[in-house]
């Protein structure tokens, strides 16, 4: 089996680029990842492992093997594992994995989908959160409209504690996600200030869309105008907004409340 022992290995080299560049994630079309659980549950996403770096005095050969089974294994020391972890607690254990296709025409929806569109959302946080909101309401997707980030992230990947894996993901420009929406005759309700009524009074029975924007700047026209209806979460306090992935979450589980759950 393969040991590694120097940061200055080319390969090693090759996966600090993946941590902090978009272009080699994209370039590869690989990212990095770390921790046992996360690693797991990607492989329960179907998403293909090409190589599990571990560190044998934390995570011994068998239970590397035993996450992964088909993957290349590499075995590192300290140092290179201290290089490449973000974290001192994700198990001694990291892995290479080949990034999906997030086209809208890959998504599989059922016959009376629940999504969630989120446009331009910028901090990974946030990413990571609505991602974990939508995995624990077990929407159909979630769509990223005019993405700033690259969602192989390796922050977004930390945030979403493994919810990038679970959720159907896809990404595309305004005009396309509504285009998309249209052709299947799915309802879209945007979060907005502007020319709305209140979120509990719409019915979100029926194949549904729920729309929200960034903290800053909220919706963008186009999505205001072409809305089936803009709706608002009444805010009683001084301020007129609040943190996205809140509010999506506050609008997701009044759909689940109206399906039934």
């Known amino acids: 089996?393969?040991?590694?022992?120097?940061?200055?290995?080319?390969?090693?080299?090759?996966?600090?680029?993946?941590?902090?560049?978009?272009?080699?994630?994209?370039?590869s079309g690989t990212f990095l990842m770390e921790g046992k659980r996360?690693?797991?549950?990607?492989?329960?996403?179907?998403?293909?492992?090409?190589?599990?770096?571990?560190?044998?005095?934390?995570?011994?050969?068998?239970?590397?093997?035993?996450?992964?089974?088909?993957?290349?294994?590499?075995?590192?020391?300290?140092?290179v594992y201290q290089k490449l972890a973000y974290r001192d607690t994700t198990e001694g254990i990291l892995a290479v994995a080949k990034t999906k296709s997030m086209q809208l025409s890959d998504l599989k929806l059922s016959a009376n989908p629940l999504i969630l569109v989120a446009e331009a959302?910028?901090?990974?946080?946030?990413?990571?959160?609505?991602?974990?909101?939508?995995?624990?309401?077990?929407?159909?997707?979630?769509?990223?409209?005019?993405?700033k980030s690259d969602l192989y992230n390796p922050n977004i990947v930390r945030s979403s504690v493994g919810c990038l894996f679970t959720n159907q993901i896809a990404t595309g420009t305004t005009s396309e996600i509504i285009a998309f929406l249209k052709e299947r005759k799915i309802n879209f309700y945007c979060a907005t200030l502007q020319y709305s009524t209140s979120y509990h009074l719409q019915d979100y029975t029926t194949p549904?869309?729920?729309?929200v924007g960034t903290e800053a700047t909220g919706l963008t026209e186009e999505w205001r105008k072409e809305a089936t209806q803009n709706i608002i979460i009444p805010m009683q306090g001084e301020i007129d907004s609040m943190n996205v992935s809140v509010a999506a979450a506050i609008l997701i589980f009044e759909a689940k409340r109206q399906r039934g759950f």
């Open 1 to 27: 089996m393969k040991q590694i022992t120097s940061i200055q290995n080319p390969f090693i080299k090759s996966l600090v680029q993946l941590q902090e560049k978009a272009k080699a994630r994209k370039q």
């Open 38 to 79: 996360e690693i797991a549950i990607a492989v329960k996403g179907s998403y293909e492992m090409e190589t599990l770096l571990f560190l044998p005095e934390i995570c011994s050969e068998a239970e590397a093997r035993q996450i992964a089974t088909t993957a290349e294994l590499i075995e590192i020391n300290k140092e």
């Open 121 to 147: 959302p910028e901090k990974p946080g946030n990413i990571g959160a609505l991602l974990r909101t939508a995995d624990a309401a077990n929407l159909d997707a979630v769509i990223i409209a005019n993405p």
């Open 208 to 211: 549904t869309a729920l729309v």
